[in-house]
């Protein structure tokens, strides 16, 4: 990587800005899951040992506007009063995200009242002796997210005065050019804390000069959300293995019938493009060759595996079937360089879970057999972890949004703005 991390400088006695990416699924105040708390201990408790004067740590948590607004035409819609300002559905409060670091951490962190502000100003200027406090929600200022460039630089500006040094582990967010992710990177010495240091290296490891045989495989719900990362891998991959809602999409472009399976209508010719672009380049571009077709779309239908060119009129295609599994299992253990992005099926039925599951399974075995194995995408993410594999890969990123950026072969504005080394 060519860009500085916490390591690359002096961090004693220095007052040290951190961004970090806190935004763990909430619902009614209680942390359903905090893994992304603890991705970035490493950092912050290797800040801590350098013994700077301070410690700010600032994140978003969910998205204040949207909810605000859904809450808003709902209540509209019923006839109800509505208060913006008194608005709190418990998915926002940074109370809940400091309480369970300083129990991870075993040290007080403190909370302030605002992400920017003159209270938050001062309760920042009495901070010594490395004592840790975290901001409120910076979403709740819609400089954040302002696509109003002198907007972010003013609230960008207010965040580089709490501190000498800026660190950005947040690389769950790195995709986006928010005020306290990007514009702040302008204001103040900028580097990568370990988290992001090890997303990307892990990231470009499998993206640029990948060690060969590289496989990637994609699935989830739709081609749309995923063709610009079809199209950089293409180029790249020794064989693309597509599964998930999408392959439905191709089978139609072949000129199959796929009974009630999902299909994008108006992505029929661009999935022809891409098989055709395939077919000329020589892309082993596979597809599955037979599904577990379903009567509904629920765990307790019945099904039936079939052929992908026999599904019936009245059946939808929910995972992909045995043939499928032994097929892409072969590619995945060959393979020295595994990328994977999106369910084969779908997992979240028990019952549709078995696809995404065996392809977790071969994951695991090529790791043991030597690859270096990455898997991108939330819900990937989640369907690994319910695989119970997490650990049985080379990396599982945290970010599902940017780690598909970085695979579209974009460059992160919050990595970017980094100091080079
Ligand atoms: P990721 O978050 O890993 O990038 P996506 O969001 O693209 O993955 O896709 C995940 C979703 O795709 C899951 O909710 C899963 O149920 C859905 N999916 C997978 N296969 C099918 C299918 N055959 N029909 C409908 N939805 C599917
Ligand atoms: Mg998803």
């Keep these: 990587m060519n860009k500085k991390t916490v390591k690359d400088i002096n961090l004693r006695n220095q007052r040290i800005l951190l961004r970090v990416d806190f935004n763990v699924p909430l619902k009614n105040g209680i942390i359903q899951d905090d893994i992304r ?13 350098q013994q700077p004067k301070s410690l700010v740590l600032m994140s978003h948590l969910g998205d204040p506007k949207k909810d605000i607004q859904k809450a808003k035409e709902k209540a509209e819609k019923d006839g109800k009063p509505f208060d913006e300002n008194a608005f709190s559905d418990g998915k926002h409060k940074m109370k809940p995200v400091v309480e369970r670091l300083s ?17 938050t100003k001062a309760m920042v200027d009495q901070l010594h002796n490395g004592e840790i406090l975290m901001l409120e929600n910076t979403r709740f200022h819609k400089e954040e997210t302002s696509k109003d460039a002198a907007e972010r630089e ?25 005020a306290s992710t990007e514009t702040v990177a302008h204001f103040l010495p900028a580097v990568a804390g370990f988290l992001m240091e090890k997303e990307l290296a892990y990231l470009s490891k499998a993206t640029t000069n990948p060690v060969k045989p590289y496989v990637a495989i994609l ?59 395939a077919d000329a380049k020589k892309i082993k571009l596979l597809l599955p060759v037979d599904c577990i077709a379903a009567e509904k779309f629920e765990n307790d239908s ?16 929910m995972d992909i079937g045995p043939e499928t599994i032994a097929l892409f299992s072969k590619e ?67 970010g599902g949004g940017a780690s598909l950026e970085f695979l579209e072969g974009k460059i992160l504005p919050g990595v970017a703005a980094l100091n080079d080394k």
């Design 154 to 178: 003013k609230m960008a500006k207010e965040l580089a005065q709490y501190g000498d040094l800026f660190v950005n582990d947040a690389f769950g967010t790195a995709h986006r050019a928010h």
């Design 302 to 317: 019945p099904t039936k595996i079939v052929n992908v060119t026999a599904i019936p009129s009245d059946m939808v295609g």
């Design 37 to 49: 708390i603890r991705a970035a201990l490493p950092t912050i408790q290797y800040i801590l040992e």
């Design 219 to 277: 699935g989830g719900a739709k081609i749309s959300g995923k063709i610009d990362v079809i199209q950089n891998l293409m180029d790249k991959v020794d064989a693309l293995l597509v599964g998930g809602g999408m392959m439905f999409t191709f089978f139609k472009a072949q000129g199959m019938e796929i009974g009630k399976s999902l299909l994008e209508e108006d992505k029929i010719d661009l999935a022809k493009k891409i098989l055709d672009e």
């Design 332 to 398: 995945i253990t060959a393979a020295k360089t595994v990328v994977w992005n999106g369910p084969m099926g779908v997992f979240e039925m028990p019952k549709f879970a078995g696809g995404t599951n065996a392809v977790a399974r071969a994951l695991a075995e090529a790791t043991k057999l030597g690859a270096t194995t990455v898997v991108g995408g939330g819900d990937s993410a989640s369907a690994i972890a319910q695989a119970g594999l997490e650990k049985e890969v080379s990396h599982v990123s945290t």
């Design 103 to 119: 129990s991870l951490l075993q040290k007080p962190v403190l909370l302030a009242p605002a992400a920017i502000g003159a209270e």
